[in-house]
């Protein structure tokens, strides 16, 4: 056999082999006929809440079987973009972010494959978020609710400040007002760090710009860069420079630093969302509570974000989606993400289950609700937005840093979040 022939039936056989290989990795049923449908989350946590609801819904379907992967939050958002855009990704996914998905074309309808009615049973805040351009884009999974403050009860008897103290606490930027920093000075001889201050978007930077009054964005640009936001980073950046809350160099390179200190009983307050309440439940070794937070020249002010669960437009089953969709986005798929507190559904009739939880702990999650019953600021959104993220973020690493006067950081992170956002 000459080497031309040999050569050219080797990449035959390569080639038949990679053909093989492709049908069995891509392949949508399983030897019994199922139909395989999967399911991207970013949180191991959730895996068993899902599982059994899904084993549920595949008692029922038993035509279906419904698979997940978990890949982590730090390679979450640009793996997905990557699997969307070579067309590999999961039938179902968590998103957040979703402006860009739904403008290319990537993203199912929901509203065309559950029927408009389906909204009627979900948190009314998650529908508008999941809402552009008159359409659904995911079915609303669970909501964060408000931002509070965790306690560590032992540092504060130590420290000589009463709980109760936290529900009147206010900071502002005149001194003469402020019972804040003094409060968190009080409460430093007690601990490494009294508080969380720091480039954290939901918890921090939200809640701040917002309760001085000021929005992330405005008519479809960023806002921040205005009087409130001066304000409002001014006040937290002062904080870390005081030592009030740890160094930028901690937590600009780890988003878990503030959490893992507060577990560690090094730090008095830690600000925070819902996300944080089973981990704090199972770790934190001493006595702890819930506060509101505090409040500032507008009140207190939180956001409200939401998760949803969207279906890839490129997927080869619709109908199976479809029917899995229907399942996670009604009453009985739904609780399951309540029922061991780890979350709160986004089917308004099922969150019950999760106070219900909590209170059987002894746990009042109540200012998680509460904060949300004044003003919210929105989280910002639309098309680009993910850029903007990526651009704002490195500039306010260095104004925590110390590097860059706050009112040039905002003029610049602004400016720079615009660009990214139109040129994404």
Same mark, same amino acid.
């Given at each position: 056999?000459?080497?031309?022939?040999?050569?050219?039936?080797?990449?035959?056989?390569?080639?038949?082999?990679?053909?093989?290989?492709?049908?069995?990795?891509?392949?949508?049923?399983?030897?019994?006929?199922?139909t395989?449908?999967?399911?991207?989350?970013?949180?191991?946590?959730?895996?068993?809440?899902?599982?059994?609801?899904?084993?549920?819904?595949?008692?029922?379907?038993?035509?279906?079987?419904?698979?997940?992967?978990?890949?982590?939050?730090?390679?979450y958002a640009?793996?997905?973009?990557?699997?969307?855009?070579?067309?590999?990704?999961?039938?179902?996914?968590?998103?957040?972010?979703?402006?860009?998905?739904?403008?290319?074309g990537?993203?199912?309808?929901?509203?065309?494959?559950?029927?408009?009615?389906?909204?009627?049973?979900?948190?009314?805040?998650v529908?508008?978020?999941?809402?552009?351009?008159?359409?659904?884009?995911?079915?609303?999974?669970?909501?964060?609710?408000?931002?509070?403050?965790?306690f560590?009860?032992?540092?504060?008897?130590?420290?000589?400040?009463?709980?109760?103290?936290? %529900?009147?606490?206010?900071w502002?930027?005149?001194?003469?007002?402020?019972?804040?920093?003094?409060?968190?000075?009080?409460?430093?001889?007690?601990?490494?760090?009294?508080?969380?201050?720091?480039?954290?978007?939901?918890?921090?930077t939200?809640?701040?710009?917002g309760?001085?009054g000021?929005?992330?964005?405005?008519?479809?640009?960023?806002?921040?860069?205005?009087?409130?936001?001066?304000? %409002?980073?001014?006040?937290?950046?002062?904080?870390?420079?005081?030592?009030?809350?740890?160094?930028? %160099?901690?937590?600009?390179?780890?988003?878990d630093?503030?959490?893992?200190?507060f577990?560690?009983?090094?730090?008095?307050?830690?600000?925070?969302?819902?996300?944080?309440?089973?981990?704090?439940?199972?770790?934190?070794?001493?006595p702890?509570?819930?506060?509101?937070?505090?409040?500032?020249?507008?009140?207190?002010?939180s956001?409200?974000?939401?998760?949803?669960?969207?279906?890839?437009?490129?997927?080869?089953?619709?109908?199976?989606?479809?029917?899995?969709?229907?399942?996670?986005?009604? %009453?009985?798929?739904?609780?399951?993400?309540?029922?061991?507190?780890?979350?709160?559904?986004?089917?308004?009739?099922?969150?019950?289950?999760?106070?219900?939880?909590?209170?059987?702990?002894?746990?009042?999650?109540?200012?998680?609700?509460?904060?949300?019953?004044?003003?919210?600021?929105?989280a910002g959104?639309?098309?680009?937005?993910?850029?903007?993220?990526?651009?704002?973020?490195?500039?306010?690493?260095?104004?925590?840093?110390?590097?860059?006067?706050?009112?040039?950081?905002?003029?610049?992170?602004?400016?720079?979040?615009?660009?990214?956002?139109?040129?994404?």
């Amino acid at each position: 056999m000459r080497d031309s022939t040999r050569a050219l039936l080797g990449i035959v056989v390569v080639a038949v082999l990679l053909a093989a290989a492709a049908l069995w990795l891509g392949r949508d049923t399983e030897a019994g006929g199922r139909t395989v449908v999967r399911l991207r989350i970013w949180d191991q946590s959730f895996v068993s809440a899902y599982r059994a609801s899904l084993d549920e819904f595949q008692r029922a379907n038993p035509d279906l079987e419904v698979r997940i992967t978990v890949v982590p939050w730090a390679s979450y958002a640009q793996k997905l973009r990557l699997d969307v855009a070579g067309g590999i990704a999961d039938d179902l996914f968590w998103t957040n972010l979703y402006e860009d998905y739904a403008d290319s074309g990537h993203l199912l309808d929901i509203g065309a494959a559950l029927g408009s009615d389906a909204t009627r049973a979900w948190d009314p805040a998650v529908v508008a978020q999941y809402t552009r351009a008159g359409r659904l884009w995911a079915v609303p999974q669970f909501v964060d609710g408000g931002t509070a403050v965790y306690f560590n009860r032992d540092l504060l008897a130590k420290a000589g400040v009463d709980p109760g103290e936290l %529900a009147t606490a206010r900071w502002s930027p005149d001194a003469g007002r402020d019972t804040f920093r003094p409060l968190l000075r009080r409460l430093a001889p007690a601990s490494a760090w009294p508080y969380n201050a720091a480039n954290d978007f939901q918890s921090i930077t939200l809640p701040y710009l917002g309760s001085a009054g000021g929005q992330l964005q405005r008519d479809g640009r960023f806002a921040f860069d205005s009087a409130p936001g001066r304000d %409002a980073f001014g006040y937290t950046v002062g904080l870390v420079a005081d030592g009030l809350s740890p160094g930028a %160099a901690d937590t600009n390179t780890s988003g878990d630093f503030a959490k893992n200190a507060f577990l560690q009983g090094r730090m008095a307050l830690f600000q925070s969302g819902t996300f944080d309440l089973s981990t704090i439940a199972k770790n934190a070794e001493f006595p702890w509570g819930i506060a509101m937070i505090p409040a500032g020249p507008a009140g207190r002010v939180s956001t409200d974000n939401a998760i949803g669960v969207a279906g890839n437009a490129a997927t080869a089953h619709p109908e199976a989606v479809r029917r899995v969709l229907a399942w996670l986005g009604g %009453a009985a798929g739904n609780r399951y993400l309540g029922l061991d507190g780890a979350t709160i559904p986004a089917v308004v009739s099922e969150q019950q289950v999760y106070r219900d939880y909590w209170a059987r702990q002894g746990v009042d999650v109540s200012p998680f609700f509460d904060v949300l019953r004044g003003a919210t600021i929105a989280a910002g959104g639309g098309s680009g937005f993910p850029a903007a993220l990526q651009a704002i973020t490195p500039i306010f690493d260095e104004m925590y840093l110390g590097r860059i006067p706050v009112a040039e950081a905002l003029a610049r992170a602004q400016r720079e979040a615009d660009t990214a956002a139109t040129q994404r």
